[in-house]
């Protein structure tokens, strides 16, 4: 009988589930922060987010305030969070297409916070606005100046930011690299049909480690080079994703790009 992939000597989640560590960096592409009504959070504040990342490896956590995302909490106080513990932690700077007077400002100081800022962030399932709307393009625009990435909130089947509306877009700004947050959940095949189309797009799997072979079809459909590690920290916990990854059924060598090596090739290993 084939034996567990934990269960396989030397093997990355033999090490894992023995020691409770990673023994590889890994990078949290999609976190959030702040307490929400909807529901309760062990840990939702940055001191006791950066120690549950600290106690399993953790190297960096690029995360988006829940405030900031209902428009209501400023980036430049997530900036001052961020800057609490800028060993671990990055932001990206929230958009809210009903606020395009904020969208101004955050362009305009994008700069005071960068490094700390990576990219962007585009919820638009949330905020009910397509992705193609015109007040996106002030950002898109900026992103493709600078060849920054946007993550993006997608689903499957959704009329704002499902494959064909995220298609369109990616193909339109091909400077931007679009990273897809929960890999446009329910729609592998659409999920499949803008890898191949759109190669500056990349697949965050948050909330899919718990679906059962969900990373292996995402490694044999689309390649495990196309995709980026993320929790949606603190509504998932790091242990069970780096646990889904690492107890899925795919090579060391997928382990290791969907962790860690995809994002350093795209942003370096010092950002």
Not at 54 to 71: A, D, E, N, Q
Not at 108 to 129: C, E, N, R, T, W
Request: glycine letters at 6%; aromatic letters at 12%; charged letters at 20%.
């Amino acid at each position: 009988m084939k034996k567990a992939v934990w269960e396989q000597p030397g093997s990355l989640a033999e090490a894992f589930w023995k020691n409770g560590i990673a023994d590889i960096p890994i990078y949290d592409m999609h976190g959030h922060m702040g307490s929400h009504n909807a529901i309760y959070f062990a840990r939702c504040e940055a001191p006791e987010m950066v120690a549950h990342l600290r106690r399993i490896g953790v190297r960096r956590l690029v995360f988006s305030h829940h405030y900031s995302l209902m428009g209501s909490f400023r980036n430049q106080r997530v900036h001052a969070i961020t800057a609490r513990f800028p060993d671990i932690l990055r932001m990206y700077v929230s958009i809210s297409p009903h606020q395009t007077d904020f969208i101004a400002e955050d362009l305009d100081q994008y700069d005071s916070m960068a490094p700390l800022a990576i990219g962007f962030k585009f919820l638009p399932d949330y905020h009910k606005v397509k992705v193609t709307d015109p007040r996106y393009e002030p950002v898109l625009n900026f992103a493709s100046e600078r060849r920054l990435p946007i993550l993006v909130h997608t689903w499957g089947g959704s009329q704002f930011d499902g494959p064909d509306v995220m298609q369109e877009v990616a193909t339109r700004y091909p400077q931007v690299t679009f990273f897809m947050a929960h890999s446009f959940s329910g729609d592998l095949p659409g999920a499949k049909r803008v890898a191949d189309a759109c190669p500056n797009v990349y697949f965050e799997l948050t909330s899919l480690p718990g679906q059962h072979t969900i990373i292996e079809r995402l490694c044999a459909d689309i390649g495990s080079h196309r995709l980026l590690f993320g929790t949606d920290m603190p509504w998932f916990d790091e242990y069970q994703h780096v646990g889904g990854i690492l107890s899925a059924d795919i090579s060391e060598d997928d382990k290791h790009n969907i962790l860690y090596r995809n994002i350093e090739k795209l942003l370096g290993k010092d950002w």
